[in-house]
C-alpha cells in the first residue's frame, strides 16, 4: 500500500472512479484528487510548505485545459530534484497515440504511461515501478 497517490484530471467523473478502484484494492493510505495540472502542482507546492508528506505516485491525465499534462511535467522538472526523487509520475490517459508514448519515455520524470480506465494490470505496473525506485 502506497501512502500517497494525487489524481491529476479535469474530468471529475473520471477522478470519482479511479479512486473507488484506489480504494477497492487498498492502493493507498491517502488519496487526492484534484481538476487540473496548475491545481496539481499548487498541491504539490502545499506539501512543500506545510512539510506534509508528498504523493509517491502522481496519475497524470495529458489532456486537460489550461495546463496539459507535459507543461506539468516540464514545470515539475523545476523543483528541487530531491522532490522529484520521490515522486513517480504515471500518464493516465484515453491516448494510445504513438507519437506520445515515445515522447514520454524520453521525460525522465514520467515513470510509465497507462491507459485508462486504471485496472488491475496499471496498479501492478505502479507498485512495480515504486518498489523498484524506492
Known sequence: ??????????????NF??????????S??????????????SYIHECIE????LPVVILLD???PAMDGWEFVESFSKLPEE?????????LTT???????????QLRNIAGFLFKPLDQGALDEI????????
Open 1 to 14: 500500500m502506497l501512502e500517497h497517490i494525487l489524481l491529476v484530471d479535469d474530468d471529475a467523473i473520471t
Open 17 to 26: 472512479i479511479h479512486t473507488v478502484i484506489l480504494n477497492k484494492s487498498k
Open 28 to 41: 493507498a493510505k491517502k488519496i487526492k484528487t484534484v481538476s487540473g495540472a496548475e491545481e496539481g502542482l
Open 50 to 53: 506545510k512539510q506534509e508528506p
Open 62 to 64: 495529458i489532456n486537460m
Open 83 to 91: 522532490i522529484q526523487r520521490q515522486i513517480h509520475i504515471f500518464f
Open 95 to 105: 491516448s494510445r497515440d504513438p507519437v506520445e508514448i515515445e515522447r514520454a519515455k
Open 127 to 134: 507498485f512495480s515501478v515504486t518498489k523498484l525506485q524506492n
